[in-house]
């Protein structure tokens, strides 16, 4: 498939759509997730067009990576989470529904019970 610029990250990387902004830098973009799976839930957006991670640069993929290390502490700290899960999905089988890629990040509480 090709990339399709009218997905809504494409527009909130673009500023045509609103987002909630925690952080960015040259290669990514991180933002709070519209429907967070448990509080502090975030989005860390790569800059590339690109639909699947098999569409991503290595470089763009360890940005990514490069990213999440660097906000993790923070975000487990504001949020006092026990542990995060790192997670990216491809293709609408495994549960993609935007088609720009993205990680979640998803902060764990011990004893609170999640879906995915
Ligand atoms: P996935 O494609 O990996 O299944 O998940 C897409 C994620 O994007 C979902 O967790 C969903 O809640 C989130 N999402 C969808 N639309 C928006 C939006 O407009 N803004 C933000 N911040 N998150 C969104």
């Not at 290595?58 to 997670?87: H, R, W, Y």
Request: hydrophobic fraction near 45%; aromatic fraction near 8%.
């Amino acid at each position: 498939m090709a990339y399709n610029s009218q997905n809504i990250f494409a527009k909130i990387l673009r500023g045509e759509a609103p987002s909630f902004k925690v952080y960015e830098d040259e290669h990514t973009f991180v933002m709070m997730d519209i429907m967070p799976q448990t509080k502090g839930h975030l989005l860390i957006l790569t800059k590339e067009e690109a639909e699947t991670l098999l569409d991503l640069s290595v470089e763009g993929a360890q940005a990514c990576v490069a990213t999440a290390k660097k906000i993790a502490p923070a975000l487990l700290e504001v949020t006092n989470a026990d542990g995060f899960v790192m997670s990216q999905f491809n293709n609408e089988v495994a549960g993609q529904t935007v088609y720009h890629v993205h990680f979640h990040l998803v902060p764990r509480y011990a004893g609170q019970k999640v879906e995915r």
